[in-house]
């Protein structure tokens, strides 16, 4: 059984910092591919960062040189650090896992930033 399981969501003021978890369990982690998505209330979810399984890095231009996406294989987790955050990352963040045809979510963590 396949679970993706974020934390690390919270309330925070604008220009502060979060760190968002995602544990995997079921899944042969170091081979997936992991993404990191937001939805904001009336929104479409979008993605906001993809780390490979050779851990090469992409990230939306909305939170380039903010946040930082990383994983550690050994523990099955990868990681969202998000800094100088603003109201406009509010949102619901998922992980997911891409590997060949499989795709797997998480049940998403709520950040709120006011301002």
């Known amino acids: 059984q396949v679970q993706l399981v974020e934390s690390g969501g919270g309330l925070v003021q604008a220009g502060g910092s979060l760190r968002l978890s995602c544990a995997a369990s079921?899944?042969?982690?170091?081979?997936?591919?992991m993404h990191w998505y937001r939805q904001a209330p009336g929104q479409q979810r979008e993605l906001v960062a993809t780390i490979t399984s050779s851990s090469y890095t992409n990230y939306a231009d909305s939170v380039k040189g903010r946040f930082t996406i990383s994983r550690d294989n050994a523990k099955n987790t990868v990681y969202l650090q998000m800094n100088s955050l603003k109201p406009e990352d509010t949102g619901i963040y998922y992980c997911?896992?891409?590997?060949?045809?499989?795709?797997?979510w998480g049940q998403g963590t709520q950040v709120t930033v006011s301002s």
């Open positions: 997911k896992s891409v590997r060949d045809w499989r795709t797997y």
């Open positions: 079921g899944i042969i982690f170091r081979l997936n591919t």
